[in-house]
């Protein structure tokens, strides 16, 4: 298991089968930085359009379509002091019939501190000017080349991940792709230093990042869907519209996940889902939105040890 430490020269606003920049081993750990939403880099340079501009691909060598790529997100540090948001809310999450009551779009900066770890709203109205919250990093868009050969906008998402935009993919997920073309390619970029869910003003706090993630292979993986693991959750998320349908995709993705791992059927599984599942809405502002399904570990072992497993 080796540690690489890449410089990005290039960035991409598809997901797409390019040539990859690194190829590694499974097992490896990567060291890079990521620009923010606009292509701006740590020193305010303007190094790729507009549009979440990612790095990579990196390349996982064996990888093959049916396998599932699983990249573990071992930090995120913001590597400048600023990032950016926008107000109001987005059309979307409110009543069509206010829509016209909105205010004008306006761009607003945050101050990062990352000893402190927090953010600080700078220049808003007295009443709330340095209003200051937890820093949460998080990746909003990453994963694999799509199958078929596509070249996908990095302002959406599908089953190869894409701009999901979920706030609990940060230090200590691992994620599973499923693999549809050589080497898997992995892309990512547009970070965020805090987000709640849905993204209901159209951003995170944006900024860049140096970011460490370690990428392993699993051969001939069942995974249909990007799958999701911490130290104390599973989690599926799928993407679509209208909502229903991520719904749709992601309870199933999870229905298909415990069935094949825990060694129950379709109406165990069912009664588990029914009482302990979790949703949240993680995206409702992208071309695709997102929605991630739930369940805590805790809750599993119980059931499970119920069945003397």
């Not at 797409?16 to 920049?21: E, H, Y």
Request: hydrophobic content about 40%.
């Amino acid at each position: 298991m080796a540690l690489h430490r890449f410089v990005p020269h290039s960035y991409s606003n598809v997901m797409a089968t390019l040539p990859p920049v690194l190829t590694v081993a499974s097992g490896d750990t990567i060291v890079t930085t990521t620009l923010d939403a606009a292509g701006i880099d740590h020193e305010g340079v303007q190094r790729a359009p507009r549009g979440n501009p990612m790095s990579g691909p990196f390349a996982v060598a064996g990888a093959e379509p049916g396998d599932a790529l699983i990249v573990t997100i071992d930090r995120m540090t913001p590597n400048r002091k600023t990032g950016w948001t926008y107000s109001p809310l987005s059309q979307q999450v409110v009543d069509p019939r206010t829509v016209a009551e909105l205010p004008k779009s306006e761009r607003f900066e945050w101050a990062i501190d990352a000893e402190k770890c927090t953010v600080r709203l700078i220049g808003a109205s007295e009443r709330i000017s340095g209003w200051s919250f937890p820093l949460a990093p998080m990746i909003g868009c990453f994963g694999v080349a799509p199958a078929g050969g596509q070249a996908i906008s990095t302002a959406t998402s599908g089953s190869y991940g894409g701009n999901m935009d979920y706030r609990r993919f940060g230090p200590g997920a691992s994620i599973a792709f499923p693999v549809s073309e050589a080497g898997g390619l992995f892309f990512l970029g547009d970070g965020h230093a805090c987000q709640g869910d849905g993204e209901i003003v159209g951003t995170g706090i944006e900024t860049s990042f140096e970011i460490a993630f370690t990428l392993h292979l699993r051969k001939n993986a069942p995974g249909r869907w990007p799958r999701c693991e911490t130290a104390t959750e599973i989690m599926t998320l799928a993407s679509g519209r209208p909502l229903d349908q991520p719904l749709q995709f992601a309870t199933t993705e999870m229905l298909r996940w415990i069935v094949d791992d825990l060694g129950v059927d379709t109406v165990e599984a069912s009664h588990l889902l029914g009482q302990l599942v979790r949703y949240d809405v993680a995206n409702i502002f992208n071309p695709a939105y997102c929605v991630a399904c739930r369940l805590e570990k805790n809750d599993i072992t119980r059931a499970m040890s119920l069945l003397g497993k």
